[in-house]
């Protein structure tokens, strides 16, 4: 039996000796802003990646505003954006001064609607950024098609797709800029931060620049050469030291977690009042979360957290929020029926790397009882 005290998180992060003596290296060299070990992370996530370029930024929201401001994204354009998802995706499009147009999700997925996103498509749209949410990857072959034949750039909110693959791909490869979280609630974390990737070699001078103050690659008599206007979005060595070491296990993090997931839909999967969302045909999931539907959600979470299971809803329906009303800077097309099921539904269970068989065994009893299945 599980003790009464035992509370079992939603996610607990990696960190270990190892990471805590990397951190200490750190702050020993006394080089602690943005160096050569943020350089080093940056290298190890493009190398994991598979693509040309890796900027490391202080969040995934301030990394996909810089998205937006490479592609000279701003007032007077439309950018395509789920209505399911964590308002710095929608947030990031009305920071440049665009305006946002929410679609509607595919419920099975909780993936944007491709159909919906095409129709929402008009002569001011300059982009959509798909999310692949919960580490679903998106079905790029159809954004491909998409932006082919409307001329619109995808930059995919990839904040929690990590290790996440598309026919054998890792996601970050597919849109034309990519940017991942590094948030506790992924599963390589820094804290705070966030990663950039894409293999455009102009896009990524430019977004090196841009969060390096418009430093310039070359120098001149005092030394440094500001060519543009910019700002202050570099990641830390200290920071970058954690997610350095973290980057070194990726591949047995989340083999872990894709166990626990297989673990936590065979062990639920007998159990009528519980479906699992759909992983995108010819995807790798990477279940940054586990998410399940349920009926009476809201019940069933308070009775889980009350017992000391801290579980969690999946995120946000936009619209229902007064900083998405539709306006001049916001719009909605089409119905949300996909984004209201998912929000009402989806339940997030505890998923983490050290997360004990016995554990996910009290998670699963806990659920299965408000079933009264066995
Ligand atoms: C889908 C999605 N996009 C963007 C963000 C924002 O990420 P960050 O906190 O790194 O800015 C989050 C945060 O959880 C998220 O879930």
């Known amino acids: 039996m599980r003790s009464k005290k035992k509370k079992i998180p939603l996610i607990r992060p990696y960190i270990t000796d190892e990471v805590k003596a990397r951190v200490c290296e750190v702050l020993d060299s006394g080089y602690l802003t943005e160096g050569l070990v943020t350089a080093a992370f940056e290298d190890a996530f493009r190398a994991y990646i598979g693509c040309k370029h890796a900027i490391a930024v202080t969040s995934c929201t301030t990394g996909l505003e810089m ?6 994204i701003g007032p007077g354009d439309e950018v395509i954006v789920p209505d ?63 932006k082919a034949h409307h001329g619109i750039y995808i930059v995919e909110d990839a904040a929690c797709a990590l290790g996440a ?25 820094t804290g705070e931060g966030g990663m950039i990737t894409t293999n455009h070699a102009e896009w ?83 279940y940054q979360s586990a998410c399940i539907f349920l009926e009476n959600r809201d019940t069933i979470m308070y009775s889980l957290r009350a017992k000391g299971i801290e579980v969690q809803i999946g995120t946000y329906s936009l619209h229902l929020h007064p900083a ?11 119905m949300l029926s996909g984004s209201l099921f998912a929000y009402e539904h989806c339940l997030v269970l505890p998923l983490y790397h050290e997360m004990t068989e016995e554990d996910q065994d009290a998670v699963i009893r806990e659920l299965r009882g408000h079933f009264q299945e066995k």
Request: proline fraction near 4%; aromatic fraction near 8%.
């Open 204 to 286: 990524a001078a430019w977004l090196n620049s841009f969060k390096h103050f418009g430093m310039g690659s070359h120098t001149n008599r005092e030394g440094t050469v500001f060519e543009r206007i910019g700002t202050n979005y570099k990641l830390s060595n200290i920071l970058a030291a954690i997610g350095l070491v973290q980057m070194k296990h990726i591949d047995e993090l989340l083999e872990r977690r894709r166990t626990l997931s297989r673990r936590y839909r065979e062990l639920l999967k007998g159990c009528k009042a519980i479906t699992f969302p759909e992983t995108t045909p010819g995807g790798s999931n990477s």
């Open 324 to 334: 998405f009303t539709p306006g001049e800077g916001c719009e909605i097309k089409g």
């Open 165 to 189: 693959e598309y026919h054998g791909k890792k996601v970050g490869n597919q849109a034309d800029i990519a940017v991942f979280s590094l948030h506790p609630r992924k599963f390589i974390t």
């Open 67 to 72: 998205a937006l401001r490479v592609l000279n």
């Open 84 to 146: 399911y998802t964590y308002p710095a995706t929608a947030d990031v499009v009305a920071l440049v001064g665009a305006k946002i147009v929410l679609v509607d999700i595919n419920p099975a997925t909780m993936l944007i609607d491709y159909d919906a996103a095409e129709q929402a498509i008009t002569k001011r749209t300059k982009a959509i950024i798909p999310v692949s949410l919960f580490g679903n990857p998106l079905d790029y072959d159809r954004l491909v098609e998409m």
